[in-house]
């Protein structure tokens, strides 16, 4: 059964029909929902007798917080839910001069089996309901009592691999009813897979679309995200063509920098090769060291010089601002280290 958080008005206004309910119901709950409502009690301008059928038929199932860690350096915000099922996910709340962007996860875990990334360690539990990354900007909202402006789907997950859910994700939070947050504010980030591109392309969606390419070569790239061996640079760069023929929408790569590994200066030269032609930004991001990983980040020195030669190459680059370092921000890094505690206790 359908959590109603996860429908849209028209779905409500269905279901409230076959209910014996009139058809203005279906907007009064689903306003009450999308301000982050944990309990039909709280929706006022409801009939007793309906709020109480509602929690016994459709359970709002709101997340629970386990942890939340502030950064006392920047103000960044990670939180760690509990989902009804007792699974958990990630989300960090960043501030910028334009706004608070959240960071959401679209899945329990992953199966992407990237090299540099904790989210992927455990494998993929389960993919995320709509309902369930609608609610981790609602709650983050609401618990921080800061307005959110952007959102990123970068955190736990491939949100590609979710395909379905994300797309309704998209629709609820965009929705004038509810957060009505712009396609403009929202960033999606994938690594790469190449058929859900094209399908996001017909969407023509004004949203930003982030691909984690991390390497200017099939050589480098297989070894680091096994993705590449399925969908390999020069198939994910021609899609990334078509999007962009689509939509219209520069694209925005992500570049994790890894010591001895993708960061020489003949790799920023291979990479404007790459993607010569390509409306592109490039966002270079210094590796957050895992645990698990030998991986390393590379020297600020080899950070600014891979800028420089992408910028007088003609890609404009950026090297992304560290948030939340005291604070095990980067990805899947605070669920981990949870399940860790769980299972010694």
Same mark, same amino acid.
């Given at each position: 059964?359908?959590?109603?958080?996860?429908?849209?008005?028209?779905?409500?206004?269905?279901?409230?029909?076959?209910?014996?309910?009139?058809?203005?119901?279906?907007?009064?709950?689903?306003?009450?929902?999308?301000?982050?409502?944990?309990?039909?009690?709280?929706?006022?301008?409801?009939?007793?007798?309906?709020?109480?059928?509602?929690?016994?038929?459709?359970?709002?199932?709101?997340?629970?917080?386990?942890?939340?860690?502030?950064?006392?350096?920047?103000?960044?915000?990670?939180?760690?839910?509990?989902?009804?099922?007792?699974?958990?996910?990630?989300?960090?709340?960043?501030?910028?001069?334009?706004?608070?962007?959240?960071?959401?996860?679209?899945?329990?875990?992953?199966?992407?089996?990237?090299?540099?990334?904790?989210?992927?360690?455990?494998?993929?539990?389960?993919?995320?309901? $709509?309902?369930? @990354?609608?609610?981790?900007? %609602?709650?983050?909202?609401?618990? !921080?009592? =800061?307005?959110? *402006?952007?959102?990123?789907?970068?955190?736990?997950?491939?949100?590609?691999?979710?395909?379905?859910?994300?797309?309704?994700?998209?629709?609820?939070?965009?929705?004038?009813?509810?957060?009505?947050?712009?396609?403009?504010?929202?960033?999606?980030?994938?690594?790469?897979?190449?058929?859900?591109?094209?399908?996001?392309?017909?969407?023509?969606?004004?949203?930003?679309?982030?691909?984690?390419?991390?390497?200017?070569?099939?050589?480098?790239?297989?070894?680091?995200?096994?993705?590449?061996?399925?969908?390999?640079?020069?198939?994910?760069?021609?899609?990334?063509?078509?999007?962009?023929?689509?939509?219209?929408?520069?694209?925005?790569?992500?570049?994790?920098?890894?010591?001895?590994?993708?960061?020489?200066?003949?790799?920023?030269?291979?990479?404007?090769?790459?993607?010569?032609?390509? $409306?592109?930004? @490039?966002?270079?991001?210094? %590796?957050?060291?895992?645990?698990? !990983?030998? =991986?390393?980040? *590379?020297?600020?020195?080899?950070?600014?010089?891979?800028?420089?030669?992408?910028?007088?190459?003609?890609?404009?680059?950026?090297?992304?601002?560290?948030?939340?370092?005291?604070?095990?921000?980067?990805?899947?890094?605070?669920?981990?280290?949870?399940?860790?505690?769980?299972?010694?206790?």
């Amino acid at each position: 059964m359908m959590n109603l958080k996860s429908m849209t008005i028209p779905e409500l206004t269905a279901l409230f029909k076959e209910m014996g309910q009139p058809a203005f119901r279906a907007k009064q709950v689903y306003m009450w929902l999308h301000r982050g409502v944990r309990d039909y009690g709280e929706m006022t301008n409801l009939p007793g007798a309906l709020r109480a059928q509602l929690a016994q038929s459709h359970p709002i199932c709101a997340p629970a917080v386990v942890r939340k860690q502030e950064s006392q350096k920047d103000g960044t915000i990670k939180y760690l839910w509990r989902l009804s099922d007792g699974n958990c996910v990630e989300t960090v709340l960043m501030r910028y001069h334009y706004g608070n962007t959240v960071c959401i996860s679209t899945e329990v875990g992953c199966r992407m089996g990237c090299a540099f990334c904790a989210s992927t360690l455990g494998g993929l539990v389960r993919r995320l309901e $709509p309902f369930e @990354m609608l609610d981790q900007v %609602l709650f983050t909202q609401v618990d !921080s009592g =800061l307005p959110i *402006s952007h959102i990123v789907l970068m955190g736990i997950g491939e949100p590609l691999d979710n395909f379905d859910n994300v797309m309704r994700f998209l629709e609820l939070v965009n929705s004038p009813e509810g957060m009505n947050i712009s396609m403009r504010h929202i960033s999606l980030s994938t690594c790469g897979l190449v058929p859900k591109i094209d399908e996001l392309a017909e969407r023509k969606l004004q949203l930003t679309l982030s691909v984690s390419l991390h390497a200017p070569s099939d050589e480098i790239r297989d070894t680091i995200m096994p993705v590449n061996k399925a969908y390999p640079t020069e198939e994910l760069l021609a899609a990334c063509r078509r999007y962009y023929g689509a939509t219209n929408r520069r694209i925005s790569f992500e570049y994790a920098m890894i010591h001895g590994v993708n960061d020489r200066p003949e790799d920023a030269r291979l990479l404007l090769k790459r993607l010569k032609g390509l $409306p592109a930004h @490039m966002n270079l991001i210094p %590796l957050n060291h895992v645990e698990e !990983s030998p =991986l390393k980040p *590379s020297t600020r020195k080899a950070v600014m010089e891979f800028q420089t030669i992408l910028e007088q190459g003609g890609v404009p680059a950026t090297v992304r601002r560290t948030l939340g370092g005291d604070i095990d921000a980067s990805c899947g890094q605070l669920r981990r280290k949870y399940t860790k505690e769980e299972r010694k206790e």
